[in-house]
């Protein structure tokens, strides 16, 4: 894989990127769907857009294959304020696409075409810009990155040089992880299912995060337990200095070891769901680095996510903040 040019952004957004080909019509299955709008994806290159629709200046580590659509994710990046200097080429593999269906309020199967891998868990440890890592104000990584060798090593290696060089933690700096665990990424090995792998490897890297941020199912996954509460305890123990749990219809809890708080859901008509995490956690980046109130934080973070989810794309439908703004007034 080839490297880009040192650099230290103001956020470093590390995982998947791609094409999204997502279906015109709503409410009909994907071998009937006539016609198809094709959109920058992937959860990371998602949340750097976000990032950099409210302001921020986010770079991009991934990998992208040495075809077409790798240079068009490259060209979107860089058209919605991303730098994608640190965006590998990988000449062995393809960029991914993924599929879904829209079965407006809360069905949208997707399928992801990344077998038998792809460009962004090809992330070598010898790729990594450790001043760009060790550097930028903030660090997004996320658990699919672990999934898979070379990029599981890569992850590791990235945190720990983060946490040696003392830049993880810190008034204005932070190292988050997204609990974005997809069973399908975890086929599982040496006996151990998909979950349990994932929970090793999730567990293995929370020391060295201040931030993770995930649904109930996803904490689930990184602590074993069912209960929000006891989730967002769990993570705590494990590290980290702020946990979200993500809660559907029953809200977001913010949880640091001397405040806790429940921010109700933002009721929207939805019309894909697919894309309103990805929204949730750049807006979660901007509020970090603004140093927002927990309760604003939050607030701030489900208005982004009811927007998106009310729009048919993800990374083009990322809010501006006069559009939050506006939500959280109304």
């Known amino acids: 894989m080839s490297t880009p040019a040192p650099s230290a952004p103001e956020v470093l957004v590390v995982g998947r990127c791609g094409v999204d080909i997502y279906p015109l019509q709503t409410g009909v299955g994907l071998e009937d769907v006539e016609t198809f709008g094709k959109f920058l994806g992937g959860s990371a290159a998602n949340v750097a857009v976000a990032a950099a629709r409210l302001g921020r200046r986010p770079a991009l580590l991934s990998g992208v294959g040495d075809d077409p659509f790798g240079r068009y994710v490259r060209r979107s990046l860089r058209e919605l304020g991303v730098d994608d200097r640190h965006v590998a080429t990988d000449a062995a593999h393809l960029t991914p696409v993924t599929f879904c269906e829209i079965f407006p309020p809360d069905e949208f199967p997707i399928w992801f075409y990344r077998r038998p891998t792809t460009p962004d868990l090809q992330l070598a440890t010898a790729d990594l810009d450790l001043d760009a890592v060790t550097g930028t104000d903030l660090l997004w990584v996320t658990l699919t990155g672990l999934s898979e060798e070379p990029s599981r090593s890569a992850h590791h290696a990235a945190l720990a040089a983060r946490a040696g060089a003392g830049d993880g933690t810190g008034e204005g700096r932070h190292t988050v992880l997204d609990l974005d665990y997809r069973g399908d990424f975890w086929p599982g090995h040496d006996g151990r299912s998909g979950v349990e792998e994932a929970r090793e490897q999730a567990q293995r890297a929370l020391p060295g995060v201040t931030v ?11 602590t ?7 989730a967002a305890d769990a993570l705590l123990d494990l590290g980290v200095e702020l946990a979200i749990v993500k809660q559907g219809p029953r809200g977001v809890l913010g949880a640091t070891r ?8 933002t009721p929207v008509d939805v ?12 807006s979660l980046v901007d509020g970090l680095l603004a140093g927002l109130s927990l309760t604003e934080l939050l607030t701030r973070c489900n208005a982004a996510g009811a927007i998106v989810a009310s729009r048919l794309e993800c990374s083009t439908a990322m809010p501006t903040p006069a559009e939050i703004q506006e939500f959280t007034r109304g």
């Open 224 to 230: 074993g337990e069912d209960d929000a509460d006891a």
């Open 271 to 282: 019309v894909n769901g697919l894309g309103a995490g990805d929204a949730f956690g750049g």
């Open 258 to 265: 001397h405040e806790r708080v429940v921010v109700p859901a």
């Open 212 to 222: 993770a941020v995930g649904n109930r199912q996803e904490c689930h996954v990184a």
